[in-house]
């Protein structure tokens, strides 16, 4: 019987496997990143429960689970991403086991926009990445993200100059199409000054079977720039899915985040926000909406770095069956950030006596003239509102419903994409009902 | 005596917390009716309408409840307000997330389902809601709203009463319509039941003041103490409980016990 620590010392080394293998770059630099990630990801150890980061988050199944790079991608026809396209959208990048899919994208050039897969950006703006890529998400202390980053060949790129209103969302659709494979995906997005985007990245696996996404999302907000991110995790029921995205936003920055986590059995969103200029904002929503036996763990790290920042957080969970939600909420007032207004609240629903949920807001704070403020709720259903439907006819499954339903549109309606939201609300019914 | 017998209360006792709130009622409502429920605070009015439309939280521990002939106990919350049993909340619920249109649409076509008629789609039930909206002086802006989110206490009782005129209940008991509301409201909300009045339902007006009694007449007024109803009379005694208070009747109930 091997021990879960030899399992778990060696994972990464499997994951690691072929790794080598993959062609060199065209760019001397990115084969330097890859190789220095290399090193960090064999210098460090897969986590587990006896580490702080992941005390809630149990990743022994996946250490006992053998996963393939994806050498070759799956054929990918059209009507596979049929049920997943956005009308809203503008261009879209598709990335089917984290290659680029040519066949199933949309590129709208756009003056002043860039919206491409890694290696043709690569070929025309290749000095100006070499500044950007592995930026904002460092390798160093993260094995996940340093694993990612030896794997780094392709990936979505969304370079904006400044003062352009990018009108159409951007759809990054990231398929997890065989099973049994591990994929990378990677997405940097830069934005100019004064400039306005909204990217969309959407995680979806046609199958059900297990799976490992282990993504990393790099975003720097150009000055008085605002950027709309939008999150839909919606895999396999047996997948894993690890993903840690970085922001990093100038002077008078805008980002934006709502992020929904459906899918996988074990997903772990590491959302890390921070200022580099002074008088940001950030308003962060998210929503994981599980059952059975799923754990879905967000941990967020807002990073007030700087004087007259502001920041709204509001992240929800419901849990049915025997599920475990998790949400980690770290808000940073440094030294010297001062004026910063700051509001944290996690809402936590639980359908079932066998859900549950682990809720840790942590704020920190050194700085002495701010206005900060968080909150945390579990509840179940309220009885007051269940009897009020009720005594209107309203059948009990149909009230629960609705009710559920209503915990999760504050979130769902903050997407703000017309087709988006609706599919998500008949998600939520459908998910609600069975 | 005229009209069919809609409610026949029978020697109720009910419970909450473990404490008896209601000590042996007994009333009987017929079809054509308004009846009107007065009494001090804490005399067991609001529990008695919350037990007949089935609150979780009371616990029956004695009599019987007929409603159209047939025990009213043994039917859960829903199958009572589809059976036409309406319950107009003193303090109706916010339900954030759910907009007032589909509550009210979801809520007509369960009550419709159940009385074997057609269900409306969204357009056909807006047009039916835009006449119920216009009885009650009610901007169509409300629709769009989350169900009483941030509503006045006005409007969330004017949401009610819209209810009642959507749904088109058998008997309605509304738990004080009345309180909080200015005159101009008060007159939109007491209108408003006026004209929802039938020769085939009744309505039961719990309340703390003899105001709305001026725009709605009750054929009778009973006045509630102690979990029981001590005196019943007509319009008149909810002038002379206006001026006299609530003491008097007490005491002569008392007396009478005595006696």
Same mark, same amino acid.
């Given at each position: 019987m091997i021990s879960m620590d030899a399992l778990k010392s060696t994972y990464l080394d499997g994951l690691l496997h072929g790794q080598r293998e993959v062609s060199a770059a065209s760019v001397s630099w990115l084969n330097a990143l890859r190789a220095e990630a290399l090193e960090r990801a064999n210098a460090l150890t897969a986590p587990t429960t006896r580490d702080e980061d992941w005390r809630?988050?149990?990743l022994s199944p996946l250490y006992k689970t053998v996963l393939r790079p994806s050498s070759q991608p799956a054929e990918a026809a059209a009507s596979m991403i049929e049920p997943w396209l956005i009308p809203e959208a503008g261009s879209r990048l598709v990335f089917v086991d984290g290659v680029f899919a040519s066949n199933l994208s949309v590129l709208r050039p756009e003056d002043g926009v860039v919206v491409s897969p890694l290696a043709v950006a690569l070929a025309r703006h290749g000095e100006y990445l070499q500044g950007q890529l592995g930026r904002v998400v460092a390798s160093s202390d993260d094995p996940f993200s340093a694993v990612n980053t030896a794997w780094l060949r392709d990936g979505a790129v969304v370079l904006v100059d400044a003062n352009r209103d990018v009108t159409h969302p951007i759809h990054l659709l990231f398929v997890s199409a065989s099973p049994g494979v591990a994929v990378y995906p990677r997405t940097l997005v830069v934005t100019g000054c004064g400039s306005r985007c909204t990217v969309i990245e959407d995680f979806r696996s046609p199958h059900q079977d297990v799976s490992l996404t282990n993504a990393v999302t790099e975003i720097a907000v150009g000055e008085n720039a605002s950027v709309r991110h939008l999150r839909l995790q919606s895999e396999s029921a047996s997948a894993f899915h690890i993903a840690t995205c970085g922001v990093r936003a100038a002077r008078d920055g805008c980002y934006s985040n709502v992020s929904v986590s459906l899918g996988a059995r074990i997903s772990r969103y590491n959302l890390n926000v921070t200022q580099s200029g002074e008088g940001t904002s950030f308003e962060i929503d998210g929503l994981a909406l599980i059952s059975g036996r799923q754990l879905a763990d967000t941990h967020s790290f807002l990073d007030h770095a700087q004087p007259h920042g502001r920041s709204r957080q509001l992240h929800k969970c419901i849990a049915g069956g025997a599920a475990h939600a998790v949400f980690n909420g770290k808000i940073l007032v440094r030294p010297g950030a001062q004026r910063t207004n700051s509001a944290q609240e996690s809402r936590n629903l639980l359908l079932s006596d066998r859900a549950h949920v682990d809720t840790k807001p942590q704020l920190e704070i050194f700085a002495d003239d701010v206005k900060c403020a968080h909150g945390a709720t579990v509840g179940q259903l309220d009885a007051e509102q269940l009897f009020y439907l009720k005594s209107r006819g309203l059948s009990e499954p149909t009230a629960r419903d609705l009710l559920t339903f209503a915990f999760s549109a504050e979130i769902v309606e903050r997407i703000g994409l017309p087709s988006v939201v609706k599919s998500l609300e008949d998600t939520v019914i459908h998910r609600t009902q069975s | 005596m005229s009209g069919k017998a809609l409610l026949e209360v029978h020697g109720l006792t009910a419970k909450v917390a473990g404490v008896e709130i209601l000590k042996g009622i007994d009333l009987s409502v017929r079809s054509g009716q308004v009846h009107a429920i007065m009494g001090p605070n804490g005399s067991g009015k609001s529990t008695f309408a919350k037990v007949l439309a089935g609150h979780p939280a009371y616990e029956v521990t004695g009599g019987e409840v007929l409603f159209e002939g047939r025990n009213?106990?043994?039917?859960t919350p829903e199958e009572r307000a589809r059976a036409g049993l309406f319950l107009g909340f003193q303090y109706p619920v916010e339900i954030p997330g759910v907009t007032n249109s589909s509550f009210l649409r979801l809520a007509y076509n369960t009550v419709q389902g159940a009385r074997g008629r057609d269900e409306l789609d969204p357009l056909e039930f807006d047009d039916y809601v835009q006449d119920k909206l216009k009885l009650l002086d009610m901007d169509p802006a409300f629709l769009e709203r /989350?169900?009483?989110?941030?509503?006045s206490g006005g409007e969330k009782k004017r949401n009610e009463i819209l209810q009642l005129a959507i749904l088109e209940p058998t008997l309605a008991i509304l738990?004080?319509?009345? /309180?909080?509301?200015d005159i101009d409201a008060l007159r939109i909300v007491a209108n408003g039941v006026s004209r929802l009045r039938s020769p085939d339902n009744a309505v039961i007006l719990v309340t703390h003041y003899q105001r709305l009694l001026n725009y709605i007449t009750p054929d009778y007024v009973h006045v509630m103490d102690d979990g029981r109803i001590i005196k019943t009379g007509d319009k008149e005694l909810a002038l002379e409980l206006e001026s006299r208070g609530y003491d008097w009747v007490a005491d002569e109930y008392r007396s009478r016990q005595a006696a």
């Open positions: 809630f988050t149990d | 009213l106990f043994d039917r /989350s169900v009483n989110e941030g509503f738990d004080e319509a009345d /309180s909080g509301l």
